[in-house]
């Protein structure tokens, strides 16, 4: 994998949300809170309200044009940004959490993970003012086909996602090699002790000591399980020859002609 192995500052995560204590309490656990101990990563919550400057501290309005619901206004969103970009490390780029964004996934995290840091804009309410996607941003990025309330989780699925990537974040580098999603695949199935629970015994080969048999049966069902819950990932992949043997079903493709030659 193309991840850098040495990085002389942490990698730092510029939230600006109106729920601070969101992305600060969900950030300050696990893996990502050892991370940020550790000085890994960091994360740097900014109130988007206290960029506001009327009295009511507004940062959303209603819909010009009618409908419902509120969207959150450009202005304060701006110069939150502004700061933003100012403390982040040169070149940072800024993301808007949005569901109509571009899908974000393993592809997109790898690449994110290559960036001096990332700035997260999180919505909420009905959006947020176009503007602020059109000349504030540099991208804006849903984490699935569904609506959420507010782009807090969205963001922290973000920093989660890519956190796992940044050198030291996981104790062993090889377990983000076998994960769901870095072959195109989902990750074979996992067992441990006992052996057997209510009757359900774990599969005898990965008991057996075998290496050969054990990478085999685990290439296999990673392989049955994508083709059962992910059609769609099975469809685009490229098999390996000692795959094709045992490939169940051609997915309604004719076959190809024999060559002639
Ligand atoms: N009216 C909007 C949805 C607004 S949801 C629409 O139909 O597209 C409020 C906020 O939640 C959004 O501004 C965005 O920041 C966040 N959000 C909701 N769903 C999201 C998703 N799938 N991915 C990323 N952000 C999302």
Do not use: W
């Not at 870095?182 to 199935?189: A, I, M, N, W």
């Amino acid at each position: 994998m193309a991840v850098r192995e040495v990085r002389t500052a942490p990698f730092v995560f510029h939230v600006l949300t109106l729920f601070p204590e969101m992305v600060r309490q969900a950030t300050a656990y696990s893996v990502l809170g050892r991370a940020a101990e550790a000085g890994l990563i960091a994360v740097r919550v900014y109130d988007i309200r206290e960029h506001t400057h009327d009295r009511h501290r507004t940062a959303d309005d209603e819909p010009y044009g009618g409908g419902p619901g509120m969207v959150m206004k450009v202005e304060p969103i701006a110069r939150c940004l502004r700061q933003a970009r100012a403390e982040a490390a040169p070149g940072t780029p800024a993301l808007l959490m949005s569901a109509s964004g571009v899908l974000f996934d393993q592809r997109m995290a790898r690449a994110l993970a290559e960036e001096p840091g990332l700035i997260l804009v999180c919505g909420h309410y009905e959006g947020v003012d176009e503007r602020v996607a059109e000349h504030y941003v540099d991208g804006e990025v849903s984490i699935g086909d569904y609506v959420l309330s507010g782009g807090e989780v969205p963001a922290l699925v973000v920093i989660d996602a890519v956190a796992r990537l940044i050198p030291g974040v996981v104790g062993n580098r090889d377990s983000l090699a076998e994960e769901s999603h870095e072959e195109g695949l989902v990750e074979y199935p996992q067992y441990t002790r006992p052996a057997e629970f209510e009757g359900h015994r774990v599969p005898e080969v990965l008991l057996s000591g075998n290496h050969e048999a054990i990478r085999r049966f685990r290439r296999e069902q990673a392989l049955a399980k994508t083709r059962r819950n992910r059609p769609d990932l099975y469809a685009r992949l490229q098999m390996e020859p000692e795959d094709e043997q045992r490939r169940p079903l051609r997915l309604g493709r004719p076959p190809e002609p024999a060559k002639e030659d």
